[in-house]
């Protein structure tokens, strides 16, 4: 594993049964990984507890689907941990119901006797180097998104809970903890004619990308560096733009909006 892992689900069982109920829960087959690569890997535990984890941007979620697969069959309670965005999201499931923790991510892997990868450095990284998301939507306008996140939250949003703004490129969705969930796959889901443009970047752009999204689905990917194992049709360009910083200017998000406050 090249890169440190964006997210992560912790459960209890026999190895190679987690692994087929993983691949069954994002309905893939194992054998699909010799074309695009795995979409996550095992970290073996030293009890009953084993991890597993993956480092895509484009795979954030699936942690999800796999812990609510896992917990179905599962007695002892299956955690997921999303560290793509900061604040990191920790939640515990129970056949197929989540509670929303707020454990420290790598003290409750250690706990379970099956620390995360690249946990030694992960202070430093939290601290220095928080992958945060931004989305550029065409198409769509703040007054639009805004009725369709409330939909789906079933609520009205919370002052400050995202930043919507129209620009000329179009809607930019931000939020001031960096974290802007999956607001930009429901926009992308419930209204299917827009493009979205999901950004992740460190504060000092070393690690970038960017996932193009119609209908809620991928469509393409740019890496910067260069994906060893893309999901996506990679991408060359953004907008015309090969370097993360003329990409951003490209979609009309700040750059600043990536670095720590």
Same mark, same amino acid.
């Given at each position: 594993?090249?890169?440190?892992?964006?997210?992560?689900?912790?459960?209890?069982?026999?190895?190679?049964?987690?692994?087929?109920?993983?691949?069954?829960?994002?309905?893939?087959?194992?054998?699909?990984?010799?074309?695009?690569?795995?979409?996550?890997?095992?970290?073996?535990?030293?009890?009953?507890?084993?991890?597993?984890?993956?480092?895509?941007?484009?795979?954030?979620?699936?942690?999800?689907?796999?812990?609510?697969?896992?917990?179905?069959?599962?007695?002892?309670?299956?955690?997921?941990?999303?560290?793509?965005?900061?604040?990191?999201?920790?939640?515990?499931?129970?056949?197929?119901?989540?509670?929303?923790?707020?454990?420290? !991510?790598?003290? #409750?892997?250690?706990?379970?006797?099956?620390?995360?990868?690249? /946990?030694? $450095? +992960?202070?430093? &990284?939290?601290?220095?180097?928080?992958?945060?998301?931004?989305?550029?939507?065409?198409?769509?306008?703040?007054?639009?998104?805004?009725?369709?996140?409330?939909?789906?939250?079933?609520?009205?949003?919370?002052?400050?809970?995202?930043?919507?703004?129209?620009?000329?490129?179009?809607?930019?969705?931000?939020?001031?903890?960096?974290?802007?969930?999956?607001?930009?796959?429901?926009?992308?889901?419930?209204?299917?004619?827009?493009?979205?443009?999901?950004?992740?970047?460190?504060?000092?752009?070393?690690?970038?990308?960017?996932?193009?999204?119609?209908?809620?689905?991928?469509?393409?990917?740019?890496?910067?560096? !260069?994906?060893? #194992?893309?999901?996506?049709?990679?991408?060359?360009?953004?907008? /015309?733009? $090969? +370097?993360?910083? &003329?990409?951003?200017?490209?979609?009309?998000?700040?750059?600043?909006?990536?670095?720590?406050?």
């Amino acid at each position: 594993m090249n890169r440190w892992p964006l997210w992560a689900v912790l459960a209890s069982g026999e190895p190679a049964w987690l692994e087929n109920r993983a691949y069954d829960a994002l309905g893939l087959e194992k054998g699909e990984e010799d074309e695009e690569g795995p979409p996550f890997e095992m970290s073996l535990g030293s009890g009953r507890y084993h991890a597993i984890v993956g480092t895509n941007p484009i795979d954030v979620g699936a942690e999800i689907q796999i812990s609510k697969e896992l917990s179905l069959g599962c007695d002892e309670p299956v955690y997921s941990i999303e560290r793509a965005n900061d604040p990191w999201t920790v939640m515990s499931w129970r056949k197929g119901s989540p509670d929303v923790l707020e454990n420290d !991510p790598e003290s #409750l892997a250690k706990s379970l006797g099956c620390p995360l990868p690249g /946990g030694a $450095r +992960s202070s430093n &990284r939290a601290a220095k180097d928080s992958l945060r998301k931004v989305a550029m939507v065409e198409g769509v306008r703040a007054q639009e998104a805004t009725r369709v996140l409330e939909e789906d939250a079933g609520e009205s949003l919370t002052p400050g809970r995202y930043r919507l703004e129209d620009t000329p490129q179009g809607l930019l969705i931000a939020s001031g903890t960096g974290d802007i969930g999956y607001a930009d796959i429901t926009v992308s889901e419930r209204i299917p004619n827009a493009t979205v443009y999901a950004v992740i970047a460190s504060p000092d752009l070393d690690e970038f990308f960017v996932t193009v999204r119609r209908g809620g689905e991928g469509v393409e990917e740019f890496a910067q560096p !260069p994906d060893d #194992l893309p999901r996506l049709r990679v991408a060359s360009d953004i907008k /015309g733009e $090969r +370097s993360p910083d &003329r990409i951003l200017a490209a979609l009309g998000i700040p750059a600043e909006w990536f670095r720590n406050e």
